[in-house]
């Protein structure tokens, strides 16, 4: 194994701009994303463009926001390990001091405990400021299981991670507890928007988004899941920011919502488990530090703001693309159609979702 | 949105050789990571080590390939939908012969359908010689759609895509079923080698398997997963091949299974849905080809058959991470202790799954 | 232990009697629910008078049946498993003989395989004439598990059983592959019916449908199901006719649709996994036998034609039951009221789902 | 409709007797199974004669418990429904309040809220002494719900049950928060009883409980799932003591963990969602009475003291006929030999699981 570092280079292009309301931000911008699926840029560009035709724009809402990571200890017994639990529960001060030990940006919130015949998974619940936090709550989680393991008697060590945290795995307890940022994302859009721009109707898009996004993922067998292709927009954004794209495993688990009001379409995104940071891994490279500069990431702001309007513009981004795609898959050959376009602009193509 | 396009320079290093067998190539290889979690290189490289000092390595057995896209239509009720189903399971040839027209190397293998309520799920089942399939099967499965709603009457228009292909989402269906390439990796590890390389033993590293990868995923609320961090491999490795890393959601869903065989350590990944291909979309950027050539997957063979040694490559190389991390979280510490090894070495670092 | 048997008691009353029509059987009957939850037998009432007032009634299409059994057998490498797996494909014919063997009522249609490191998972699917089927494919699979060992070479004995049957734990597979009989009820009411008699309307029960059984379910973590509460009915219904009633945890898992049509009511519930015979075991009860005869499911029929028939009414009192429970809860308050209604008739209530 | 209430008499046994102790009660009982399936009676009592054969018997380690209900409410948009998730944070005590004016037995825990789009589910979790809980918690969610509804703006009525409860579905949710009693049950059986008893031994058990329940389900898509068939067993003891057995179903979702310890073997089975209760409906019946009885589950004792004796008894029982099936497949042949044996002595015969 040589140690030299090649690159591989993804091309990327900035779409947009869009309109972001909502708690955390105000914000006109492009998104810039990288990928190999060139199509996904006219198609997140498509959905960009009417967020700028609507007033309030894309409301992103971030209603929570939490990094984990759960350790597994194994007891003599049930009985101990379930005393072990009720300790725990009484040492939460105890803990958030020893936490306060491993860095000035981690923060424990609490943690949640299950057992299993003799095994205790421990997951607990950090701020981590602007990081994504992957590191800064494995240290911290080291440390505290190295306190529990002295502190309590009868347990011993299992695992520094019990996968009941859990990272890029898709499963239930992400959504349930929370990983992550949490950010609804909104959009409003007359009749003859969706008309005009997206060639459909209101009534077709909730149709499909109930036949193919919440009947069909069900019958697919999905876990909390109903979305066309989150995974799509989510790689290229993180890619393009410096994020640990891994995570897109669990980003890919949103909800869409869509609602003809009377011929009006209320279109929603739920990503629960956005895990981006401003700061940390990956962030060093200078096209990453451009790119967050450029989305007015890298301004001297409160601890974890910066990384907050990250996860709202990527929430957005994720709106654009899922409406753009959505709305092409009422009409028959549409997506067909738009290929062939597409094909005589670019060299290489892909149809997603 | 400027139509330039610019790159995000992904850090990537070789790492290896690891020693491949099994029903596909005898292969002895570097492999290509693109990652900003730079500490995956080393971990990968420990697992390499390892194959390189068994005879037989890594003995890595394909046991399935197909690629799927899977379209909706409404029918007039629940009795039409089924007639549909029947005339469709009748026509079996007829649409090969249409799949035929679709292209030089996409074959239709079959179809599954599911009715639920007046809704009718078609998922074709396709081969796709050296390329993942994406387009090819959407073109195929748009002359499909359009062929069926002539020829059968009482159906309309649902969907191009129903999400019970499943494209990008974790779901049930898709290992069940099959989807990608299905890649089962072996190693059989002598006991010394656990205890000089890995410094721990079979028994722990199958206690930990069981405990965290089985135990800890289904309490979790996993679907079809039962491993450590597939995810990072995957990402890194399709990253490098010019891949659609987006499908590391579904290539997330594999299993782990260790075993401790008297003192020797039997260690198995599977892999269900790895979507890899040496043609199509991402494949004509430069250092893309490069690494295809280095990795002999564009050699002149028959069709599929490099796409087949691009899986084996993916899938030993998704082990060879799995095995190291496993071992590392055996031993309390160890985790820190490396990660401060490695920060001397690297600006950047992360911990891993 | 004594061996003395005595009875459970369960209340049991017949409620209708509702209307059927479809692929199966032209039928007008009440239906026998045993249940300690007696709020169960008006709330199936009311849908049954619905079902009365539309000519076709409950339009129940049976879809598919099969019975199914997995085995587990352990090979010496991932290789050995698959080549095993190509073999059984070449030997249907040969397995189909030795099934018949076995009993005059079961068939092997076919079987389906998965490989996960070594070990090699094969679920069998027979038909097996009225009776449910778990005795005769257990004894089937027994057989053929046997033979496969003699007859195919590396492989050992893993387990009758390998839980990817999957038998009285919920599942994707068993909606996916297809297990017990699947019926597809739907009922269409006209727009003064949904407001005369279920005090609502279409759209009502259209959004709460959306709301609560897809999108609720679906953040709950449910795996292949969204209805409100079938296990309700088909407890009734399984212990009422001799059934082995811990099928109610697959039963549970079935897809409610609804629709609103220009004010009238689509409403159909899919039930993929309708365990149920008219012979076998709880068969020999007096009651049973009555109840099975009442019903018309003891006459004399070609194999399969009475189990048929039983399904199909299990299935539309599911839709029964299921309506009249999603129209309440549209209404704020109304589960209460009938609750206290209820009350003043009966001595124990419960309020369901 | 008739309003004749008729029964099914579902056939009973006493079965045992089994030794229980641990953190609830040390017991000494046989208990009653009501199913069609009468092997059940002879693989429960084989397992409880093993409990009498060891000094502590099966411990039984009452870890939770809790009743849940979720309502739904519809906001105006994410924004409002977060403000409100918000203000009900800060209202705990005045939501315990009302809960307090519902029912002397009924305590408001407190409670989950997840949003989607503009959806806000509220699961509220209570303790409720002897009962089950089903109609306490629905009367207690009425009146919060009728309560938020007053007093924060901008929301309105969607459910009264949102599905994310979760009631006879299985679901994550369940599992993860908590619903019902969550008992774990061991039993460390010494070497000698495992090989003259159950004729195999601890590392057969070992190997095919990881086989089956844990990588079997996995494969099968199960959803927090490892056991062979836990339903079986609380099917019977459901109905003989009077409980609403469709709770079997979010019953089914437990863990079984077995070590071979030195040739000892160690069992366990966790079952986190026993809705049991000994008093409400279906305990009014004279059989129900000399049941309960007959359990010491009738005696004057502190409000949730019944109840929780009767928990760890369903959960002991459990274990009883996990542990004997599990032996039974660890042997070829021997589910058909036990079959055949069976077949001589009952008129009507079932081999589960």
């Given amino acids: 194994m040589s140690d030299a570092t090649a690159v591989a280079s993804v091309p990327m292009q900035w779409v947009g701009p869009l309109r972001i309301t909502g708690n955390i931000a105000a914000i006109e911008t492009e998104v810039p994303l990288a990928t190999y699926e060139s199509p996904l840029w006219p198609s997140v560009g498509r959905g960009a463009r009417i967020s700028m035709m609507v007033e309030q724009g894309i409301v992103a809402t971030l209603v929570d926001e939490r990094m984990t990571r759960s350790v597994l200890v194994r007891a003599q017994d049930a009985q101990t390990a379930h005393l072990a639990a009720l300790e725990l529960d009484a040492r939460l001060d105890e803990l958030r001091g020893i936490t306060r030990t491993c860095g000035k940006f981690v923060e424990l919130i609490g943690f949640h405990h299950e057992i299993t015949a003799n095994l205790l998974f421990i997951r607990f ?123 897109i495993v669990e980003g890919s688990q949103g909800m869409t919502v869509a609602e003809d009001r009377d011929g009006d379409l209320y279109f929603a995104c739920t990503v629960p488990n956005l895990i981006v940071g401003t700061v940390g891994n990956g962030k060093g490279l200078d096209f990453v530090e451009e790119n967050l500069t450029r989305l007015g990431c890298r301004s001297p702001r409160e601890p974890g703001e910066n990384a907050r309007r990250l996860a709202v513009i990527a929430a957005a981004t994720v709106l654009c693309g899922e409406l753009s795609l959505l709305a092409a898959q009422t009409i028959p050959g549409e997506l067909m159609r738009s290929h062939v376009r597409l094909e005589r602009r670019h060299e290489t193509t892909k149809i997603g979702g």
């Avoid at 307890?173 to 721009?197: A, C, F, Q, S, Y």
Wanted: net charge positive; proline share 2%.
């Fill in 125 to 247: 619940e950090f701020t981590t400021g602007d990081a994504s936090g992957h590191n800064m709550t494995t240290l911290a989680a080291d440390a505290l299981l190295t306190h529990i393991l002295k502190a309590i008697p009868g347990i011993s060590y299992g695992s520094i991670s019990g996968n009941y945290c859990t990272d890029k795995k898709a499963t239930a307890i992400n959504g349930i507890l929370g990983r992550g940022k949490n950010v609804v994302t909104e959009l409003l859009i007359p009749r003859d928007i969706v008309h005009r721009t997206l060639h459909t109707s209101a009534g077709a898009i909730a149709d499909l988004n109930v036949r193919k996004n919440l009947i069909g993922t069900v019958l697919a067998g999905g876990i909390r899941s109903a979305n066309a292709h989150y995974a799509n927009m989510l790689l290229g954004f993180y890619l393009a920011t410096g994020q640990d794209a891994a995570n």
